[in-house]
């Protein structure tokens, strides 16, 4: 048997996350595509580490991380120059844009007030998160920073 470790999450349901990645080839493993078109997609069972760093982890932030892990994971694989690491990151605040003002549409039941009180909020919370990331400078995506993988003999 073999395994590894360090994952918090599991996808039970596939998604798909519109990308600024454009491979020349489309790109296809187990659990992750990413299309020529920048369309990546990422399948049921694929397990990522959610949010990095000293975050609280509700759900748009462990949705947001989702395609962000998948880009890193491609990197650390070799099917992405890791020298995109900062793109990737770029994409993490994108699709937090993204999310946050589709939710705070859907909520009808908060004042303009709290709305805006919200937006405020994860623009900080982005600033630091943000900074953080930069502050790695991609080490997560290289590719010596792949998974160990533990083998049991039975």
């Keep these: 048997m073999k395994y590894s470790k360090g994952y918090d999450y599991q996808t ?17 493993t187990q659990f992750i ?10 399948v049921k069972g694929y397990a990522w580490d959610g949010p990095s760093g000293f975050t609280y982890h509700d759900k748009l932030f462990i949705l947001i991380s989702l395609p962000h892990d998948a ?6 694989m070799g099917l992405l120059p890791h020298a995109e690491w900062r793109k990737a990151d770029l994409e993490l605040k994108r699709v937090l844009d993204y999310y946050l003002g589709s939710i705070l549409d859907d909520l009808l039941d908060i004042t303009a007030l709290k709305k805006k009180l919200l937006k405020a909020l994860w623009a900080v919370r982005i600033i630091y998160i943000m900074a953080i990331l930069k502050a790695a400078k991609g080490q997560y995506a290289h590719p010596d ?9 039975y």
Excluded: D
Excluded at 33 to 42: A, F, M
Excluded at 145 to 153: D, M, N, S, T
């Design 71 to 76: 880009l890193y994971q491609l990197m650390r």
């Design 12 to 28: 039970e349901s596939g998604s798909a996350f519109p990308t600024s990645f454009h491979p020349a080839a489309k790109i296809v």
């Design 33 to 42: 595509t990413l299309e020529k078109s920048g369309l990546l997609v990422i």
């Design 145 to 153: 920073y792949r998974k160990v993988i533990y083998e049991v003999a």
